[in-house]
Structure formats: structure tokens, C-alpha cells
């Protein structure tokens, strides 16, 4: 099966930084608006952040202002740059095809979900 790989996680302290990566299948990338999503223990899978096509972005409150979100059409490749990182950001992040306006949303057909990469923020 074809997957998403996401690389980039790790242990930061509260207001550092992160950058993930995230290599997508050309089937899945090219055409679609892309997004990041997390998933903390216990809760909903959640989208956070969305890039259209030609750079479009849109955010989840949560994470607005703190959070970009990039993508290069050349390498099938999409990144989310992490700033300010509050303890409540710690999840697993995936990424996948997502909607980004006129609000972010689950698309009806989404890849086959990746391993993810573990973001813990500590206080």
C-alpha cells in the first residue's frame, strides 16, 4: 500500500520549535489540497492546518499564528513549521488530503493514513 511518511517530531520544551515533513504519494498530492492533522490520546483526530494547490492556507484557531503550513509541488512533499509550542500541542501529527476553504475539513476520500510522528511539548 501507498503511504504517507511524516518525519520530523521529537521532545521539545514549552515556546520551542519544530519542523515536520511530510513525503506524500504522487496519487494523493498532486490535485489535492493538502493538511496537516493530530491526534492526542484520548481525543478526536483533529486538522489543523491546510494548503491548497497554489499555496492557499488556512489554520485551526488552536493554531493560528504559530503554526505554517508549506508545500513543495516538485517534491511531493508538505512541511508545517511549529513555533511557540504550548504543552497542549503534544499528539501524533499525520498528514492527508484535506479541504481548505472556505473552512478546513475532511475531505470524503483521504490516503491511507501513515505511522505518523510523535510531538510532545513539555511544560
Known amino acids: 500500500q501507498v503511504q504517507l511518511v511524516e518525519s520530523g517530531g521529537g521532545l521539545v520544551q514549552a515556546g520551542g520549535s519544530l519542523r515536520l515533513s511530510c513525503v506524500a504519494p504522487g496519487s494523493i498530492f498532486r490535485g489535492n489540497a493538502m493538511g496537516w492533522y493530530r491526534q492526542a490520546p484520548g481525543k478526536q483526530r483533529e486538522l489543523v492546518a491546510g494548503?491548497?494547490?497554489?499555496?492557499?492556507?488556512n489554520y485551526a484557531n488552536s493554531v493560528k499564528d504559530r503554526f505554517t503550513i508549506s508545500r513543495d509541488n516538485a517534491k511531493n512533499t508538505i512541511y508545517l513549521q511549529m513555533d511557540s509550542l504550548k504543552p497542549e500541542d503534544t499528539a501524533v501529527y499525520y498528514c492527508?488530503?484535506?479541504?481548505?476553504?472556505?473552512?478546513?475539513?475532511?475531505?470524503?476520500?483521504?490516503?491511507?493514513w501513515g505511522q505518523g510522528t510523535q510531538v510532545t511539548v513539555s511544560s
Open positions: 494548503v491548497s494547490i497554489l499555496s492557499y492556507t
Open positions: 492527508n488530503a484535506a479541504i481548505v476553504r472556505p473552512t478546513l475539513s475532511f475531505p470524503n476520500h483521504l490516503g491511507n
